[in-house]
């Protein structure tokens, strides 16, 4: 896996802690659940800080720990700012709250949504928090603070204002006991950022430059500009929350087993779903079920593609545009994927179909329900949250209009006539593809897919997005090129519906 280094220049950080996200309603109605984010809380650490959740190469900081607090029944943090601007701000009380962005595996519908499966992306310094308890707090003030109350109290007890007690007191020693572990985190830390430059400097190979997985857009725009022949690095490829377009990759099995690995195929276990059966009576024999262990063998796929710069453009460039050509590379590879992953199911003889090919409109909200019946159908039985709806542009058009025009659809889902757009339809999320398969080539007549997340597909990448870069000294020119090496494979075909459709766009 990638690992992320960032430069600062700030010789002393400012040290911050405070409560990161509680257990509870946000603003913007998610509901975050104690088991949940008792599970993502170690996600958080070493993740990156921003202002107001803008990225592009604009950290001022770094989370160094995280942990659940069960008193609180909150994730705490520690962190560092290294941005002096962004430090003053902090002291003067300008900024006292955070927010933070996760990715999650899928979402339960309540009163509101329950982000399930989370992973922490980053914490960001914000003026109006998603919830409201989140907290700042400067970690020197507080050490202040805590030397002071522990003064406080032995003057009190040396001058007979306490009454004596046998044995120390509980919560001077408490105070102690903080204090000292504080000394202690802030001798570690500064024991690591002096071990800044060492980490810093890059890896010495051989025939070209190598970056591994790094975010220094700055350095390697330096590099390159000096003339370097050859960079080579690795970036992670980002999905964006709540996002129309597709990302097929959160709703499938993402599997680590090619990373890192030789060889351009991979067997892939798989364990599918499965009923029991209902004895006549008690102890009779079973019968066996199989094919529900296995592997299944596929083929590496690779994506790629490259633009070049000229000599005159490169010199405009600047560290957030290149940063910003890394993450139009990373968002190209995500449609790869998709394309692959749609067209591996297309390419299956073993899907359900619902034949609507031969109907007028390119598509219809009542096809979801027998989508969903043909999913369950097939023994997948589906909760709210737990499918997609995989869409073309014009299908999701003809699908907006009908909600919209209709008041019973309205009702179910709001947001169709309140914003113009909806993600889900009755418990299901509604994406859409910037690609869908043909079953009629002749007449260019496209699929739609209703899918069981996290079943139906197993996606293995063989690394996180390449981008290389080569000089051409002759056309003064620079190749920027992005490589995505990856593996799919069809784990469990009844885990989707195929919907034949009459939509050609």
Do not use: C
């Amino acid at each position: 896996m990638p690992r992320w280094v960032e430069a600062f220049t700030l010789k002393e950080p400012l040290k911050i802690r405070g409560i990161a996200i509680k257990a509870g309603k946000s603003r913007n109605l998610n509901v975050y659940v104690e088991e949940e984010l008792k599970a993502a809380a170690e996600t958080l650490k070493g993740k990156p800080v921003y202002i107001e959740h803008v990225s592009a190469g604009k950290a001022v900081g770094r989370v160094l720990n995280a942990w659940w607090d069960e008193a609180e029944k909150a994730i705490l943090y520690e962190a560092e700012i290294y941005d002096e601007e962004v430090a003053e701000k902090i002291r003067a009380g300008l900024i006292s709250h955070v927010s933070i962005a996760a990715d999650y595996e899928v979402v339960e519908p309540v009163d509101g949504r329950i982000p399930r499966g989370l992973s922490f992306r980053e914490l960001s310094l914000v003026a109006v928090p998603g919830i409201p308890e989140t907290s700042l707090e400067v970690v020197e003030n507080l050490l202040e603070k805590l030397n002071l109350q522990a003064q406080e109290r032995e003057t009190m007890e040396s001058s007979g204002e306490k009454k004596a007690e046998t044995g120390e007191n509980p919560e001077l020693k408490e105070v102690r006991e903080e204090v000292k572990r504080l000394r202690e985190q802030q001798e570690k830390l500064a024991e690591n950022l002096s071990r800044l430059p060492e980490v810093l400097k890059p890896e010495e190979v051989k025939g070209k430059g190598v970056v591994e997985a790094s975010n220094r857009a700055s350095e390697l725009l330096e590099r390159l500009k000096a003339g370097s022949l050859r960079e080579q690095w690795l970036t992670p490829i980002r999905v964006a929350e709540h996002e129309l377009a597709a990302h097929l990759r959160q709703y499938v099995n993402v599997t680590d087993l090619l990373t890192g690995k030789a060889g351009d195929t991979v067997n892939i276990p798989y364990v599918k779903d499965f009923d029991m059966d209902i004895l006549t009576s008690v102890g009779e024999s079973l019968t066996e079920k199989t094919g529900i262990l296995g592997t299944l063998q596929t083929t590496l796929r690779e994506a790629g593609a490259y633009i070049q710069i000229s000599y005159a453009d490169l010199e405009k460039f600047d560290a957030e545009l290149l940063a910003r050509a890394e993450e139009v590379f990373s968002k190209a590879a995500l449609r790869a994927e998709d394309r692959v992953i749609l067209d591996t199911i297309m390419a299956s003889g073993e899907v359900p179909e619902l034949d609507k090919s031969g109907e007028a409109e390119a598509f219809k909200a009542e096809w979801v329900a027998e989508a969903l019946s043909l999913l369950q159908s097939n023994g997948k039985q589906v909760s709210p949250g737990e499918a997609i709806l995989v869409l073309s542009p014009a299908m999701y058009e003809a699908l907006l209009k009908e909600v919209a025009g209709s008041q019973s659809l309205a009702y179910i889902s709001p947001e169709a006539v309140r914003e113009g757009r909806f993600t889900e339809f009755m418990g299901v999320r509604i994406v859409v593809a910037h690609y869908l398969p043909e079953h009629d080539t002749a007449n260019h007549k496209k699929s739609a897919f209703l899918m069981k997340a996290g079943e139906a597909v197993t996606l293995a990448p063989k690394r996180e997005l390449q981008v290389e870069t080569e000089r051409d000294t002759v056309n003064r020119k620079v190749k920027l090129t992005g490589t995505h090496t990856f593996g799919v494979v069809l784990v469990d075909p009844k885990a989707v519906v195929e919907i034949k459709t009459p939509a050609t766009g």
